[in-house]
């Protein structure tokens, strides 16, 4: 799925609602727009992305509100934020642990089936404490082989 699964759906908004006030943030509009984009978006947007789609149907929505919401949702769990393009941040509304793949041609960012292996670091090495750690794949996508 590319776009959040909740996009456009009104009855879901008292579950986004309710979602963003346990990271602590009130529901405004702008924020329920954010969430919704996000859930189940498998396109690991940026911020920039984000705003331009949906800056068409909230003309109030600013792209710091943007980054502020993807910051606190970042801080409190809700999403990750992917560091995997160089171009710039990407969000990933699954917290869990997983892997992904960047296109070199394309640039789309998947994510990696949870079938691979997984490598668990030790929770210290050599005296550092491991709070949690990623790992990125690069290459082509199966479209940009053809």
């Known amino acids: 799925m590319e776009r959040g699964s909740y996009k456009g759906r009104k009855e879901y908004i008292p ?5 963003l006030k346990r ?9 329920l727009a954010i969430l919704a984009f996000l859930e189940g978006n498998t396109s690991h947007p940026s911020a920039e992305e ?6 068409p149907r909230l003309p109030s929505i600013s792209l710091a509100t943007v980054y502020g919401t993807l910051e606190v949702l970042r ?5 990750q934020e992917l560091t995997i393009d160089s171009e710039r941040k990407r969000f990933d509304p699954n917290p869990k642990p997983h892997n992904h793949f ?9 994510d990696l ?3 691979l292996p997984a490598l668990t670091p030790p ?5 550092f404490w491991v709070e949690t750690f990623t790992v990125d794949f ?3 996508c199966p479209a940009c082989q053809k």
């Not at 984000?50 to 800056?55: G, N, P, Q, S």
């Open 15 to 19: 579950a986004l609602a309710e979602k």
């Open 23 to 31: 990271f602590g943030l009130r529901a405004t509009p702008q924020r």
């Open 50 to 55: 984000i705003f331009r789609e949906l800056k």
């Open 75 to 79: 801080r409190e769990g809700g999403i």
């Open 102 to 110: 960047l296109c070199r041609n394309c640039g789309r960012v998947y």
């Open 113 to 115: 089936p949870v079938g």
């Open 123 to 127: 929770k210290k090495i050599e005296g």
């Open 138 to 140: 690069y290459g082509l």
